[in-house]
C-alpha cells in the first residue's frame, strides 16, 4: 500500500488491485480515505476524483465520525482517560501513561476534522497496547475453557469486522475490541474459536457458539449497535 498526503483530508491510503476497474474512494475503520484503484492506474486520477468529490467526502467523513464525540475526562478502552488541555501553542495528541493528553489552541474544538483525526490515531495506539496485554490472555483461556485450538493472534483494524479467523486456524482480533464491555468482548473471540471447527456460520456452528456461550443471541444483538471503528 502507499500513501499520498491532501491538504484537506490529510494521508490518503492507496490500494492497487487486479480486481478493481475504477478508481473509488471510501472510508476506513481508521477514519482514513482509502482509495482502490487498478493496478497501473495512475495516481492523478485519485487526485482529480477527490477534488471533485470533496463535498461528498466531507459529508462521508462526518457520518463516520458521528459515534467520535470525544470530551474530557472519558474514558477510552479499558484503562486510559482523555484528558484535554489548553495551550497557546500548537494543536498535540499524545498518550503519557494512562493518559491521552490533547493539547488543544484556544480557536479549535474537538469537533474539528483534524482534531478528531488526531485523537483517532492516538487512541488506536493506546488500544492496540491494551489489545496486546488482555486478548491473547483472554483468547488462550476461553480456548483451554472450551477445548478449542487456534494456531496463533494477530491484531488488526484494517477491516470493519471486530474479528476473522483463516482457515489455517490464526485469529485476528480487531483492536477496537477494547471499547466493548466484556462479555461482548468474550462473545467475539468465543465466535472466531468456533470458525476453528466450522468455517461457515451454519447451524452446528451457532450450536456450537450456544454450547461456549448460551447468552450469544443477546451479545449477538448487542454487538449490532456498536461500531468497530476507533
Given at each position: ?17 487486479a480486481k ?21 492506474a ?14 461528498e ?87 483451554d ?16 469486522r471486530?474479528?476473522?479467523?483463516s ?5 485476528s ?16 473471540i ?6 476453528t471447527?466450522?468455517m ?31
Amino acid at each position: 500500500m502507499a500513501i499520498f498526503t491532501d491538504e484537506e483530508f490529510g494521508e490518503v491510503t492507496l490500494r492497487r488491485s487486479a480486481k478493481a476497474s475504477h478508481v473509488r474512494i471510501r472510508v476506513g475503520p481508521d477514519g482514513r480515505l482509502r482509495a482502490s484503484l487498478p493496478l497501473y492506474a495512475p495516481l492523478f486520477l485519485v487526485k482529480r476524483l477527490i477534488r471533485s468529490s470533496r463535498s461528498e467526502l466531507r459529508t462521508l467523513l462526518a457520518q463516520h465520525q458521528e459515534g467520535s464525540d470525544y470530551e474530557h475526562g472519558m474514558q477510552i478502552g479499558k484503562s486510559h482517560t482523555l484528558i484535554v488541555r489548553e495551550t497557546p501553542g500548537n494543536l498535540a495528541c499524545k498518550r503519557h501513561g494512562q493518559q491521552i493528553v490533547v493539547s488543544l489552541p484556544s480557536d479549535r474544538t474537538l469537533r474539528d476534522h483534524d482534531v478528531i483525526r488526531l485523537v483517532q490515531k492516538t487512541t488506536g495506539e493506546a488500544l492496540r497496547i491494551e489489545s496486546k496485554a488482555y486478548l491473547p490472555k483472554r483468547l488462550a483461556f476461553l480456548a483451554d475453557k472450551h477445548d478449542f485450538v487456534y494456531e496463533k493472534v494477530r491484531f488488526s483494524h484494517a477491516s470493519g469486522r471486530w474479528g476473522s479467523c483463516s482457515s489455517n486456524g490464526t485469529i485476528s482480533l480487531n483492536i477496537a475490541l477494547m471499547k466493548l464491555p466484556f462479555e461482548l468482548i468474550d462473545y467475539v473471540i468465543i465466535h472466531e474459536l468456533c470458525h476453528t471447527v466450522h468455517m461457515n456460520h451454519s447451524d452446528e456452528f451457532w450450536k456450537l457458539v450456544g454450547m461456549a456461550e448460551p447468552s450469544y443471541q443477546i451479545h449477538r444483538r448487542r454487538l449490532k449497535n456498536e461500531n468497530p471503528s476507533i
